[in-house]
């Protein structure tokens, strides 16, 4: 008697629990605590400035491994050099396999490291306007891409449009850019070539 009542009463359990929204892993807007404003393009490849403040909060926009991180603005507006415009900038390689890079920080958080986990919503760094942004309204560039040897900047900085992503994070949905990364890598081939700009 006593089994067959906890057997029902694990059954209901089970048959009233709310089933989970989404199997999948839960995704952050990069930019909290402050107005944001983003525009649905990008010059010379997909990737999406999004305008702060100077010092917003950046945080990662999923679980996963700090992948890059570069604390020096090495950035001369004279020989522009690709690998040195993103200025202040910390990448990580989400739970779901995509790289999530995020670049012109004013600061990057003390603890953040290549190798350190972190959590979606944690903080990684500043809003600023470093590296080829020096002069202009502080903002985020933000790139989705997959992961590379390291110093693949050409990759790094975006290589699908993220801003159906921003939207949807900012809605509190979890849609996942994975399918359309594995795409675009399919077709470009983990390192392509160098771009002249
Ligand atoms: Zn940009």
Same mark, same amino acid.
């Not at 400035?49 to 679980?63: E, N, Q, R, T």
């Given at each position: 008697? /006593? ?10 359990? &089970? ?28 010059? #010379?490849?997909?990737?999406? #400035? ?33 690998? =040195?415009? %993103?200025?202040? *900038? ?5 739970? #779901?396999?995509?790289?999530?890079? %995020? *670049?012109?920080?004013?600061? &990057?958080?003390?603890? &953040?490291?290549?190798?350190? @986990? ?6 990684? %760094? ?9 002069? =202009? ?6 790139? &989705?891409?997959?992961? =590379?040897?390291?110093? =693949? ?10 801003? /159906?992503?921003? #939207? ?11 399918? @359309? ?5 399919? /077709?470009?081939? @983990? ?7």
């Amino acid at each position: 008697m /006593k089994i067959r009542i906890a057997l029902a009463a694990l059954i209901s359990l &089970i048959l009233l629990s709310p089933l989970p929204a989404s199997a999948g892993p839960v995704y952050v807007f990069p930019v909290t605590g402050c107005e944001v404003n983003y525009a649905r393009a990008h010059h #010379d490849y997909p990737a999406t #400035d999004i305008l702060a403040k100077s010092g917003c909060a950046f945080v990662a926009p999923i679980d996963g491994v700090i992948d890059e991180v570069n604390r020096v603005d090495t950035w001369s507006g004279r020989v522009n050099a690709g690998i =040195t415009r %993103g200025g202040l *900038s910390v990448s990580l390689i989400g739970v #779901d396999g995509v790289r999530y890079y %995020g *670049s012109h920080l004013r600061s &990057i958080h003390k603890a &953040i490291q290549p190798g350190l @986990e972190v959590k979606a919503g944690q903080r990684l %760094g500043a809003v600023g306007a470093t590296g080829s942004a020096r002069g =202009t309204s502080p903002h985020l560039h933000f790139g &989705i891409s997959w992961p =590379t040897p390291a110093d =693949t900047w050409w990759v790094r900085r975006g290589a699908v449009a993220p801003w /159906k992503y921003l #939207d949807a994070w900012k809605a509190g949905k979890d849609l996942s850019p994975v399918k @359309e990364v594995a795409a675009a890598l399919k /077709k470009a081939g @983990e390192v392509p070539p160098e771009p002249k700009k």
